[in-house]
């Protein structure tokens, strides 16, 4: 079935640095990635979201890139912060079914 | 704001004792989902309507059922809840479009405890 990779699972920063995410799918008719920051005890919040006819997406620190021929799209987050610690999912949305599927997830921490 | 809401935030239950979480929202979307999320791992859908029209999952327990009485509710009731069903459950919500769904927002989730 549809897959949604995603690595790494954990990663640690120092403050200011930049932090990049990767995740690769399976279904080659996904045509909508979005991205979710999920804080400890809370709902997933989208960040940042592309669609199949964009190669690259920027809203201030963050950003995203797809590459539609390698199926594979990454999150790249500069200048972190303390704050910007969570844990990020990548997903991708199969046309056929109309579900998100998932990566597993990867457990940011920025130290001070 | 226009948000997804969820109440209760923390339930706790009995081995066996049935519970109904609610979700409301504000984004007049049609669609609706129950996701349910373990610890350190992703989301699960458990099933989500278009508006009435009821779609389960095929891995998803009898034990969980839902009802949508109208656009901005939709509950899950899980009838005899076991251990195994502790969790993250979170409901989101989306735009159907002409060539299939819309981004899909979330709500905080209720934690549901199972002693």
């Known amino acids: 079935g549809e897959n949604v990779e995603q690595h790494p699972s954990t990663l640690s920063v120092q403050e200011g640095d930049s932090a990049v995410i990767k995740c690769t799918y399976s279904?080659?008719?996904?045509?909508?990635f979005p991205w979710y920051k999920q804080e400890l005890g809370k709902g997933p919040q989208l960040i940042i979201d592309i669609r199949s006819n964009v190669g690259e997406k920027k809203d201030q620190r963050i950003a995203v890139t797809l590459n539609k021929t390698a199926k594979h799209f990454s999150l790249h987050i500069t200048e972190t912060q303390p704050e910007d610690s969570a844990v990020y999912f990548c997903?991708?949305?199969?046309?056929?079914?109309?579900?998100?599927?998932f990566g597993t997830g990867t457990r940011l921490q920025v130290f001070p | 704001d226009a948000m997804v809401i969820q109440n209760p935030r923390y339930q706790v239950t009995q081995f066996g004792k049935p519970v109904t979480l609610s979700c409301s929202q504000t984004?007049?979307?049609?669609?609706m989902y129950w996701y349910q999320q373990k610890s350190s791992q992703a989301p699960k859908l458990l099933f989500h309507?278009?508006?009435?029209?009821?779609?389960n999952e095929a891995d998803t327990p009898d034990n969980f059922q839902s009802r949508r009485p109208n656009t901005s509710f939709c509950f899950l009731d899980i009838r005899s809840p076991g251990l195994g069903d502790a969790a993250m459950y979170l409901c989101?919500?989306?735009?159907?479009?002409?060539?299939?769904?819309?981004?899909?927002?979330f709500g905080p989730g209720t934690r549901l405890t199972v002693l």
């Open positions: 309507y278009y508006d009435k029209d009821f779609n």
């Open positions: 279904d080659s008719a996904s045509n909508y």
């Open positions: 984004l007049n979307h049609n669609v």
């Open positions: 997903a991708a949305l199969t046309v056929n079914t109309d579900k998100l599927i």
């Open positions: 989101a919500t989306s735009r159907q479009t002409s060539g299939g769904t819309d981004t899909q927002y």
